[in-house]
C-alpha cells in the first residue's frame, strides 16, 4: 500500500519538476531569442550616412559618425595635394598594399575625387583621435612636417591622405570606408554600390 502510494508521489514530483524545467526554459529562452532581433536603432546605426560637402570650403574638414565610428572629409586644396608627393619617401606604406580601403581609394589620393578625402579618424596603432595639423612645417609637430593628422597618444604621424609614416608605433595608413558620390556635393558613407565616379 505504502510502495503504491509512493510511486504515485513519485510520478508527481517528476511531473511537477519537468513542468518546471520546460517553464524555465521559456523564460530563459525568450530574451536571448528577442536579443537577436536587431533594433530599427541598431539597423539604423549600421545604415549608410549621406553627407552634405557642397558648402565645405577648400582646407576645410567635416566630422561625422558612422557606425560608432567617426568618419573625417577633408576637402583639399591643390596645394594639400601637392603636399602628398613630397610625403611619399617618407610612408611606411605609401602604395596603402597592407591598409584598408575599397580598391576605387588604393591610390596616392586615397580618394575616389582626390579633392576629398574621406577616412576614419581612428590611430591604426590603438584607436585614438588623430588631430588635423594641416600646416606645412607646424613647429607643434616638427619643422619639416608636409602636413597631415598626428596622434597625440604615442606620436603616429600620416599625411594629407592619411597614409603612415615611417618610425612611429600606427602599422597602416588610416582606413577608407567604402564610399560613393551621390552628386557632386553629396556622399554616401557606408555603400558603395551605387558608386558612379
Ligand atoms: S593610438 Fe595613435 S599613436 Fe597610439
Known amino acids: 500500500m505504502s510502495e503504491e502510494v509512493d510511486q504515485g508521489r513519485r510520478r508527481l514530483l517528476t511531473a511537477a519538476t519537468s513542468l518546471t524545467g520546460a517553464v524555465g526554459v521559456v523564460f530563459v529562452a525568450t530574451p536571448f531569442l528577442a536579443s537577436w532581433?536587431?533594433?530599427?536603432?541598431?539597423?539604423?546605426?549600421g545604415?549608410?550616412?549621406?553627407?552634405?560637402?557642397s558648402k565645405l570650403e577648400p582646407g576645410s574638414m567635416l566630422k561625422v559618425e558612422w557606425r560608432g565610428k567617426p568618419v573625417w572629409v577633408l576637402r583639399r586644396t591643390p596645394e594639400m595635394l601637392k603636399q602628398l608627393e613630397k610625403a611619399t619617401p617618407f610612408l611606411l606604406d605609401p602604395a596603402s598594399d597592407g591598409?584598408?580601403?575599397?580598391?576605387y581609394a588604393k591610390n596616392d589620393a586615397r580618394a575616389l575625387k582626390p579633392e576629398y578625402l574621406v577616412v576614419l579618424g581612428v590611430c591604426?596603432?590603438?584607436?585614438?583621435?588623430?588631430?588635423?595639423?594641416?600646416?606645412?612645417?607646424?613647429?607643434?609637430?616638427?619643422?619639416?612636417?608636409?602636413?597631415?593628422?598626428y596622434c597625440p597618444c604615442h606620436g603616429s604621424k600620416f599625411d594629407l591622405s592619411g597614409r603612415v609614416f615611417k618610425g612611429?608605433?600606427?602599422?597602416?595608413?588610416?582606413?577608407?570606408?567604402?564610399?560613393?558620390?551621390?552628386?557632386?556635393?553629396?556622399?554616401?558613407?557606408?555603400s558603395d554600390s551605387t558608386q558612379s565616379a
Open 37 to 45: 532581433k536587431p533594433s530599427a536603432r541598431a539597423k539604423a546605426l
Open 168 to 190: 612611429v608605433p600606427a602599422p597602416a595608413n588610416l582606413a577608407v570606408p567604402p564610399y560613393t558620390f551621390v552628386t557632386d556635393g553629396r556622399i554616401l558613407v557606408g
Open 47 to 53: 545604415a549608410p550616412i549621406e553627407i552634405d560637402v
Open 124 to 149: 591604426t596603432h590603438l584607436g585614438c583621435a588623430p588631430m588635423p595639423k594641416f600646416e606645412a612645417a607646424d613647429v607643434t609637430v616638427s619643422a619639416d612636417w608636409p602636413g597631415g593628422f
Open 99 to 103: 591598409s584598408v580601403q575599397p580598391a
